[in-house]
């Protein structure tokens, strides 16, 4: 063995060719079979992917690093299911791209935040969150007032369609319209919103006002869509333990 | 600087500047707007630069004659100054992000500097532009003097450190702008991966060419880190970064793993980011810079053999315990938890090889705080490893995931080691690349080590007792069996941990100014001539 | 310059090993015998990752992997163990099931035992909207008061919880303040004079007998009552203190009459268990009790 190294050494394309190999195994061995075993990701039959809206939400959380301080993954452990509701599913976030369950818990899981708040409250503690939590040390986001940019929202469901995302050529062609409509419950649109994504989704004037679409509109959107894309999770506790 | 290049080679560099500013322009025409456009008339204006720094000096005497016969240290010189500005920028945001914590009132109602968009600034700052430039930078030095060879060509080692630090300023200029992939460590958008690509397959190459001039038929075991670093990172952040842009004219994109497979993905990517860039790397800083320091030969070959496979090969087994109790199946934890375990084995040999190297030396550790820098990053190098495997088994990841015990672990491995290695390195590297025997102000080095120790126990400290109370409170039950704390009373608890750690860092990164400023003090004085036997052999191949 | 002779074996006289002969520069290496305890070190951490895979899920097999001799499954050991945790409080919490407040209220030793538990779940839920000590905020109201808009008794708080107050939920309760203004409803003067009838009724200087007394008898007391007092059940605040959900002032209030009201509490039922709604009841109806609670801990 020593010998077989001592010539190694010798060689720089050898040391690069072993390097390359021995580097290699670990994440084959643990990335190729998460594809290949059925049972690793089960995508529930009620999972439904995000709107135009709340995928703006969604690059809005991303962009502001909300997932520096907020994890969304309720991990398999009896305290977490405790405080935060079921575990995670590896089926809740099949859509993701990317996922956004986060390395630190600055500020609670938002896993299961779908309406546990109301609007109203979501619009207030992003403005500025000491003013409804005193002890609070998130930042204020009071520029989310500016208007929503859905120009690319179209192009992005296209992406996203053909890496696997089930958004139909109507749902990309009315992108823009849907993202319009989730936010203006009385405007025509809004039954195609529901008819397109679903009876949940939640066509309401998020930032209180429905003749402006904000960036607030879209993250508050998506927040309230944490937990509610599918109601697998729920089905992993047993009734009589929630009860 | 570029008074040494060749003619030809000016023509080369010209070229590739009128390239760079080209590609710059077309870059903001075809986005028009937002943080490509602003990135593509960076890359313009950093091409005009250089257009006019080369045209400037374009028709000066070709380089001197007896350059074949030196080594090839300006790119080294440049690479240690943009580390040391880097790590001012990088620390210096990581102290104001840590005083937000504890005084979240502080943020300007500016969204640019948000708490959020400065985070990633303060680790790409830190770790690439840091940790990067200071890896690029000693290893042409290392490479040069182990095969005593110059490097095998001029124009290259420009390209891999304008274009790396162009890569680092897009990343952090993106972010302030709100342009993220989200994926820790590796949020820069797809085009500023691309051309991290292309930097780093000219490093590679540059890297094997003067490897293949080199005079002693063994390969020294710090270019076998080296080697590893480039080759490894190069393998992560292709894989992790693979990604759908939305329109070649624009920034956004889409990763194109999802949910649960891209969680693997990314942390097999982090944590071996971690591996190779912030320990493979910087051990083969410390496996050239602690025996020329202390004089001594490496304690032992086998060992370093060992340590050197044993690290390659178990440390990209264990990114999954990033994600215990995730929605990752359960027998990828199992692997993570068991090679993370079995990690610690070639990590404690490369540590322990280190400080037995320093036997004979213990005299010189006492007297020199240069040397006493590596000692300590050794040091620390043992105690965050042992940390991570023992973060990494199940039932302790359970208590420490998700809670300030990370940022901790964190930096007591980027600050006790990674920082202090690098800093060793530096006051090792500087006086020589300015024909010096010392450091211009041999007391700061003094001062520097003492406020980067105690700025790291306080800060290390500090975030032990925050991660464990967090963890405690998040899942204490009381007498009666029901959760004992809401979480906002562990958040109100974290408080005074937020403010230690705000002190230490600033002692910490006071220490890393002094060290820039001493540095430029020391290169400004005119440069000697090199001693004589540091030159290159005639260059012979070897294979 | 001569080149560094290769393999010139020494002695290292501190140490006494040899070196390898290779010469970097004037770096050494020393040939130093592989040390024993990293050969043992590697074996037993060897051995505890094998003793893990046999027992534990862990090497994949292509479309399956190895489970283990245990048989574990992270999901269900923590359904298990959360299991488990309720088993333990069971003998407590699973009273709260009765509904029977009264009798649950009397039992103070019960009491001592769910009142922290209903703190920190007050703390993670509610404490967001109705502040720390439940009283409130602009928007939120005060639950640390007397004044209730659908009522204060434990039975009312714990179905205003289930189902909340104009939340997504299918039963919710509904209410709202009509926009007067902005649906036209009343004309600006009108809004005026009402607006001041109000300030004048939460300071007791109310004529009953004014233009004003007879708008608001006309518009506002079929859900606020005759005299502003509210209490009529139908989520309409009162008007006679000086608690205010949406504050007070004559701007307020001229603002909750020309765009009206419609607080959103949420709905608990899909979130909190039955037993644990009882519990946050008696704790809410505690708040409203002057400090004398015997219920609040
Ligand atoms: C002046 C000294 C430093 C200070 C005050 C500091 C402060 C911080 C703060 C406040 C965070 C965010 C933690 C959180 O979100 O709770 C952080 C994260 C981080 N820092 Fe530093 N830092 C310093 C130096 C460094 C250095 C030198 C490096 C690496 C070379 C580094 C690498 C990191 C990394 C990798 C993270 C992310 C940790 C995680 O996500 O778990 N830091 N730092
Ligand atoms: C044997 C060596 C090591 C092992 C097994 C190890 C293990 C771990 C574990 C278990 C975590 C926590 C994961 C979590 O709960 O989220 C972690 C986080 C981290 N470690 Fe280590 N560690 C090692 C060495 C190091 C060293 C030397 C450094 C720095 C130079 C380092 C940097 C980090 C960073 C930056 C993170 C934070 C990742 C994040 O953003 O969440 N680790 N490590
Ligand atoms: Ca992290
Ligand atoms: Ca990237
Ligand atoms: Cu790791």
Redesign the interface.
């Known amino acids: 063995m ?1 010998k077989l ?2 010539n190694l ?5 050898g ?2 060719a072993a ?2 190999v ?6 084959a ?13 089960a995508i529930p039959d009620d999972l439904r992917p995000h709107t135009p809206l709340e995928l703006a939400g969604r ?1 809005i959380y ?8 907020h ?1 969304q ?1 309720v ?9 935060y ?1 079921p ?22 899981d938002l896993a ?1 935040l779908g ?7 979501h619009v ?2 992003l403005a500025d ?15 989310l007032t500016t208007s929503l940019d859905t120009e ?1 929202l179209s ?2 469901l296209a ?2 369609a ?4 089930p958004y139909s050529d109507e749902m990309i062609a009315n992108a823009m319209r849907d993202a319009l409509a989730q936010s203006r419950p009385d405007s025509d649109g809004a039954a195609d919103v529901a008819a397109r994504y679903g009876e949940s989704v ?1 066509i309401r004037a998020f930032d209180g006002n429905s003749s402006r679409l904000t960036e607030m509109d879209a993250l508050v959107a998506y927040l309230q869509s944490l937990g509610t894309l599918t109601k697998a999770a ?1 089905e ?3 009734p ?4 | 600087m570029i008074g040494s290049l060749s003619i030809s080679e000016r023509q080369t560099g010209l070229v590739l500047a009128i390239g760079l500013a080209l590609f710059g322009l077309v870059m903001a025409a075809a986005a028009k707007q937002g943080p490509m456009a602003v990135h593509g008339a960076m890359a313009l204006a950093l091409g005009v630069a250089l257009i006019f720094a080369i045209g400037g000096v374009f028709y000066d005497a070709d380089a001197p004659a007896g350059r074949a016969g030196r080594y090839y240290d300006e790119p080294t010189r440049f690479g240690i100054v943009m580390a040391l500005t880097w790590a001012a920028i990088g620390m210096g945001v990581g102290v104001w992000v840590a005083a ?3 005084w ?2 502080a ?1 300007p ?3 640019w500097t ?4 400065l ?2 600034v303060h680790t790409t700052g830190v770790i690439f532009g840091f940790g990067g430039n200071a890896l690029i930078a000693t290893s042409f030095h290392v490479l040069q003097r182990t095969s005593r060879a110059r490097l095998a060509d001029a124009v290259s080692p420009w390209v891999v450190l304008i274009g790396f630090n162009l890569f680092c300023a897009w990343a952090v200029t993106g ?1 302030l702008m ?7 460590y590796a949020e820069a958008e797809w085009y500023a991966d691309l051309w991290l690509v292309v930097i780093w397959v000219v490093y590679f190459a540059i890297y ?1 060419r003067t ?2 001039r080199r005079n002693e ?3 020294y075991v710090a270019n ?1 880190y080296y ?2 670093f480039i ?2 990172v190069a ?1 992560l952040h292709i ?1 992790n970064n693979l990604a ?4 070649l004219a ?1 920034a ?15 942390w ?1 990517y982090g944590h071996n980011a971690v591996a190779f860039l912030m320990t493979a790397g910087f051990l083969g800083m410390l496996y050239y810079f602690l025996p020329v320091r202390a004089g001594r030969p490496i304690w032992s070959y ?1 060992l370093s ?1 060992v340590s050197f ?1 044993g690290i ?9 315990h ?8 359960h027998w ?1 934890q199992t ?2 938890m068991t ?1 993370s375990v079995m990690l610690l084995v070639p990590s404690w040999a490369s540590a322990g090889n280190a400080i037995a190297t320093l036997n004979g030396a213990w005299h010189k550790v006492r007297d020199d705080a240069t040397l006493r820098f590596m000692f300590v990053a050794a040091v620390f190098y043992g105690l965050s490893t042992f940390e991570g495997s023992f973060l990494a088994i199940r039932p302790v990841n ?1 208590l420490s ?3 300030d015990w ?2 901790g672990h964190v930096h007591s491995g980027t600050l006790g080691w990674l920082a202090m290695v690098s800093f060793g390195a530096i006051y090792t590297l500087v006086p020589q690349l300015s024909g010096r025997e010392a450091m211009a102000w041999p007391r700061a080095v003094e001062w520097h080590f003492w406020l980067a120790v105690t700025g790291t126990l306080i800060y290390v400290v500090a975030m032990w007792n925050a991660g464990i109370t ?1 963890g405690l409170m ?2 204490t ?1 009381d007498a009666n069996g029901a ?1 004992a704390y809401s ?2 009373q562990s ?2 608890a ?1 408080a005074p941990y937020y403010l230690l750690r705000t002190i230490g860092g600033a002692l910490f990164l006071s220490g890393a100014i002094l060290c820039a400023l001493n540095t430029r003090a020391t290169l400004r004085a005119a440069p000697a001539d090199a001693a004589a036997s540091d030159r290159p052999l005639q260059p012979v191949a ?2 | 310059m001569s080149r560094p002779t290769r393999h010139e074996v020494d002695t290292d006289p501190v140490t006494g090993y040899e070196t390898t002969g290779h010469n970097w520069n004037g770096i050494r290496e020393l040939n130093t015998p592989f040390p024993r305890i990293v050969i043992w070190a590697l074996a037993l951490t060897f051995a505890y990752s094998a003793v893990a895979w046999v027992l534990l899920p862990a090497w ?1 097999l ?4 190895t489970r283990g001799l245990l048989g574990l499954d ?2 269900e ?3 298990e ?6 088993e333990a409080r069971a003998d407590w919490v699973t009273l709260f ?1 009765s509904g029977d407040f009264t009798a649950l209220a009397a039992d103070k030793t019960l009491m001592a035992r769910a009142m922290p538990a209903a703190a920190r779940l007050f703390a ?2 509610c ?3 109705h502040g ?1 000590t439940g009283t409130g ?4 109201p005060n639950l640390a008061d007397q004044d209730w808009l659908w009522g204060g008794d434990p039975e009312t708080v714990a179905e205003t919880l289930r189902v909340g107050i104009n ?2 939920h299918l039963e919710t309760r509904f209410s709202q303040m009509p926009a007067f203004g902005r649906d036209g409803m009343l004309p600006r003067n009108e809004i005026a004079a009402v607006a001041d009838h109000v300030l004048a009724l939460s300071s007791g200087k109310a004529d009953p007998n004014s233009p004003s007394a007879t708008l608001f008898a006309e518009n506002c007391s079929s859900c606020h009552g005759e005299a502003g007092t509210g209490g009529l059940g139908v989520g309409a605040p009162v008007l006679v203190d000086d608690q205010w959900i949406y504050g007070g002032s004559r701007d307020d209030i001229l603002t909750t009459l020309r765009q009206g009201r419609q ?5 608990w039922e ?2 909190l ?3 644990e709604i009882n519990m946050l009841a008696l704790y809410v109806a505690g708040l409203g009790q002057d400090g004398e609670t015997g219920v609040r801990q």
């Open positions: 020593l190294h001592y050494e010798k060689v720089s394309l040391m690069v390097i390359i021995a580097a290699l195994i670990g994440g061995v643990e990335i190729a079979p998460l594809f290949t075993i059925d049972e690793t990701v690059e991303m962009r502001e690093g909300c997932y520096a301080c994890s993954m991990r398999a452990l009896a305290d977490e299911i405790d405080r509701g575990y995670s599913l590896a089926g809740e976030s099949a859509y993701d791209h990317p996922m956004l369950w986060g390395s630190k818990r600055t500020g609670p299961r309406d546990k708040y109301s609007d109203d409250w207030v503690h969150p000491r003013s409804v939590v005193p002890a609070s040390i998130m930042p204020a986001y009071p520029w690319n192009a992005q992406t996203l053909r890496l696997g995302v939640a729920h992993t506790l047993a009589e333990a929630t009860q | 937000l914590l504890y979240p009132e943020t109602l500016w969204s948000s708490f959020g968009r985070r990633p972010y709100g342009s993220t992939q989200s994926k820790e094997l490897l293949a038929p063994h390969i076998w080697l590893a080759l490894v393998m894989v759908l842009p939305v329109s624009g956004k994109s889409f990763t194109i793993w999802a949910g649960v497979q891209d969680a693997m993905v990314q097999w086998r053999i496979w390659t090969f178990f440390y990209l087994w264990v990114g999954s990033h994600l215990h109790y995730t929605a990752l199946p990828v692997l993570g090679f359970s995931h998700y809670t990370t940022v967090q998040w899942r039950y959760l979480f906002l958040v109100a974290m070897a294979e | 994949p292509g479309r399956d992997y992270q999901g050991i923590a359904a163990g959360y299991q488990r945790l309720a099931a993670d839920n404490a967001a909207c720390a905020g602009p928007g939120f939340s997504a607080g959103v509490m949420p709905a899909n979130r268990s039955a037993t």
